[in-house]
């Protein structure tokens, strides 16, 4: 049976994650920062899909999380990075203490976490990484974006090392999600149009297709894609006073 270790497992995207690879046959590594909550998700996920679903209590804000999670994370056959949080306000407002708390659990963990994977993956010759960026990452809206935009560049990186090899690294880039995400980092999201907001499940249902056919940055969407592509195309001193606008009211 194969297996995934998903990050941020309990909530949002990465519950998700957790619902899908299960129904697809996955034995599952569950991890988050509440331990009761995870063994609620797992008790969950095994009653309905009957699959075998472990669980590691961890914090990616501290250098102790990561390392229990590298030190598990070497037998997997899939690694989806989710774990992450957004931050309300302007970046001169923010706190320096979570701004950190958010490079090292968007960067390093990510980054810590996949290179713990890969020689495993590169010695089986098959699974791979997918790294939950963001849209965001295509503008620039303070640590989150900037952050964000880390992953994407570092998954493009480390995929072309393991080309040919079997192994995929993915980044993943979904925009306005309905998950609890935004509720708990604080953010008012009643100006965002309906038409925005993209299906967790939906958007689960095309990131494992992307990553089955190799694709390097998976945009679901098709409003999403465009976003993305004139994130690339104009000018980047516009793009800019759109992204901080658009985001001091969110």
Known sequence: MPEALVTGATAGIGAVFARRLASDGFGLVLVARDADRLERTAA???AEHGVPVEVLA???ATDAGITRVEQRVATVDLVVNNAGF?????????DVAAEL????VHCEAVLRITKAALPGLLARRRGGVINVASVAA????GTYSASKAWVVTFSDSVREEVRGSGVH???LCPGWVRTEFHERSGMDTSGIPRS????GETLVAAAIRDFRRGTAVSVPDVRYKTAAVLGKLLPRPLLT???ARTGSRH
Not at 86 to 91: C, M
Not at 101 to 104: A, E, F, P, T
């Open 241 to 243: 006073r759109i992204a």
């Open 138 to 141: 295509f503008f620039s809206r």
């Open 86 to 94: 957004g931050q309300r306000g302007d970046f001169l407002d923010t």
């Open 58 to 60: 961890a914090d990616l």
């Open 169 to 171: 690294v993915m980044a």
């Open 101 to 104: 708390d958010m490079l090292r």
């Open 44 to 46: 969950a996920l095994r």
């Open 196 to 199: 925005l907001w993209l299906d």
